[in-house]
Each structure stands twice: as structure tokens, then as C-alpha cells.
DNA sequence: AGCGTTGGTCTGATGAACAGACTGGGTGTG
DNA sequence: CACACCCAGTCTGTTCATCAGACCAACGCT
């Protein structure tokens, strides 16, 4: 995509929007770059992708300006840029709307409010705040249901902690 | 995908939302559906798709439980189930995550409260009443940037005029 | 110098999307 | 009735994307 086999709709944002967050994976990466992950082979392992389109993916999200590749420390790490923190309300909609309307009625991570420590509801506001908080101020942590933690790999153990959003992730080695 | 190829990780549940809305075409057929567009070759005219890929992306569409069709007078209409409709948050909010954060700042459509005739905010929050309104109290009309209007098939011609989101659109034959 | 880890690229096989031809049922029209 | 036309698909051969897995270069460690 992007490469003139885009969605052939200038005048709609929409598709515009979809040539960016709108391929396979994509919105996966951008999810765990919330979770705080931040490194290639991290994303490899989590995601179960293969590495030539996970370096697709994240060059399309960087010239999109979505991700932006710093290096520290010798290794090169992908971190959100304002505009991929703004797709936070995106990511977290789909994600409701799976857990509701797709068999299973148990969420498989919960959010909470850091600043109140309040459950956020499925549109993201809090509660007892009366806001939405930004997703740097909400911790994720494990649902209870049957459907958490499926996966065994260093990032989804390192998951298994409650985690601040945006914050790099520690995974061990 | 949803053959057994796709994301293979059960437990999270964006995964199990892109599963259906994340293929490609999906989520602009469910954006047509807002729209009122109803008829196969409505959609196929409108978004230029290959019949093939219309038929394959309505089939998963159905079994997901977001369409369901209706056969009125011998032809058969796709509408949008209550699972359908919940994904209008995700539609909105994308559409207006392209048009911050792809190029150009001219929305080619504008949104706006059916009761108050009022226009919603970029969260789709109607700022004279309070709330978020239903799509089904939202009127679409095309906006007035260089952006607008850029197709011009019998949909986009219908879409020209002001129309309630989720009522069927007057095609011209 | 040799080995492991990280962050990739390259290659051949498989699967999805595309354009365009074809089909089959219903609907007017002469 | 015969005929054309429209609508909603299916079928086919080609092109494009994805996949698994091999390969490779840079760096760090011992």
C-alpha cells in the first residue's frame, strides 16, 4: 500500500487513515509501543511477525509519523510520536468493541486511572476524575478472565506486572 | 484471514477486532453502511473494489455479526447490525485522525448534531447539548476544503446533499 | 580470535487482491 | 413470447503481499 495501490479516495480521510494504521500488524505495533515496547526483536517476539514486515511496518509508520526511531545505547528503539500517541483513543475503542462483540465477555487487560487509581470505563473516561485521562497517566494491568495471558514470551511475562502506559517496558533477557 | 491465518493470539482482543474489521476495504464498507448506502453495487461503485473481494469482505462482515442482509423487493440490502453500529466511535475517530495527521487540514465532511444543528467536536462530542450523540441524530455534509468531493460516482453525488447518518441514501439510477 | 545477540536483508513458496469475463435470475419492452 | 438489460454474484489468470527460514553485518563479551 501507499505505493499508488492505496485506497484511490484522496477526498476521504478515512481511507487516508487506513493507508497508515490500516495494514496487517500495524495497529498491533502501535499497541505494544503503548505498552511500553520498544525494541525490534521485542515486537518480533510478541507479535509472532515476520521480520521483513515488521521492517515494512515500521518504515511506513515512520515516514507516516506515527513512530520515530531513536537510538540509545547502540540499539535502535521505536517510540510514538504525538501523532501515534493520538491514535490511543483508536486502539482502545477496537479493543472494547472486541471484547463486547466478539465471543468472550472477559477483558483480557484492565485500565485504570494512575492519578485516582479508578477503573476507566469503555469510552476511557474516568469516574470519579470526570475526565479522560491521557493514556500516559493510565496503568494496564491483567483482567481475571480465562483469556489473559495466553501467550508465554518475555513481553507478555513482563505484562503480567501492572504496567504504566508509555513508560518502556523491563524485559528480562 | 480468519482461517486459521490470522493473528494468532488469542487472548487479546484488538487482535480479535482487526480479525474482522481490520482487513482491507472493511472498514470503509462499514463506513458506506453509516452512510446509508445499502446495495452491492452501490458499494462496489462507490469504493472501486473488485467484486470478488466485496462479496468475501460482506460474507465475513455477516458472520462477524456486524451486517446483516435483508432481501426488500428481490434485491438484497446490507445493513448495519448493533454490533455494526457500535463501531461508529471507531469510524469517526479515525476519520479525524487522518485528517490531523495525514496532510491537509480541510475536512471533507462535517458532522453535526441533528437536534441541536450544532457541529460535534472532534470526538464526536455536541458541544450546545452536553453529550456524544448517536450516529443515527448526526447529519454528514460535505465540507468546503479543496478536499471535497474528489469521486463522482452516484454515491458521492447522493452524499453531496446534507443526509442522517444510518438512513438510506437516494441513489439516482 | 571466536561466539552470541541484535537488527536487519534476501529468497523461494504460498496466499490474497485485482481486472475483467462469465452466469443466472428477475424486470421491463416491443 | 423474445429480447435486452440490470443486479448480484462467481470464475479465471495475473500481479502483489506475506510467510518461513536462511543469510549477513555490526557490536559486545570472554
Redesign the interface.
Known amino acids: 500500500m501507499s505505493l499508488g495501490t492505496g ?19 500495524t ?2 505495533i502501535v ?1 505494544d509501543c503503548f505498552y511500553g515496547v520498544r525494541r525490534f526483536t521485542d515486537l518480533r517476539e510478541h ?2 511477525i515476520s521480520r521483513a514486515v515488521l521492517t515494512a511496518r515500521l518504515d511506513t509508520l515512520m515516514t ?3 513512530l520515530r526511531r531513536e537510538v540509545s545505547d547502540g540499539h535502535p528503539e521505536y517510540v510514538l510520536t504525538e ?1 501515534g500517541r ?2 490511543w ?3 482502545y ?10 465471543s ?1 465477555p472477559h ?2 487487560r484492565v485500565y485504570s486511572h494512575a492519578d485516582c487509581d479508578t477503573d476507566v470505563d469503555d ?1 476511557g473516561h474516568c469516574a470519579s476524575c470526570g475526565y479522560t485521562p491521557d493514556p500516559a497517566d493510565l496503568i494496564v494491568r491483567p483482567g481475571s478472565g480465562p ?5 508465554d514470551d518475555r513481553v507478555a511475562r513482563a505484562l503480567a506486572e501492572p504496567h504504566r502506559i508509555l513508560t518502556p517496558l523491563e524485559i528480562s533477557s
Chains 1, 2 share one sequence.
Not at 475503542?93 to 466478539?102: M, R, V
Not at 483469556?147 to 501467550?151: G, L, P, Q, T, V
Request: glycine fraction near 10%; charge should be positive; aromatic fraction near 10%.
Open positions: 485506497y484511490d479516495q484522496q477526498g476521504c480521510y478515512l481511507a487516508r487513515a487506513l493507508e497508515v494504521v490500516g495494514e496487517r500488524w495497529l498491533l499497541r507479535l509472532d507516516a509519523g506515527v501523532a493520538a491514535l483513543p483508536v486502539v475503542l477496537l479493543t472494547k468493541w472486541g471484547e463486547q462483540y466478539t468472550g477483558p483480557a469510552v483469556n489473559a495471558m495466553r501467550r
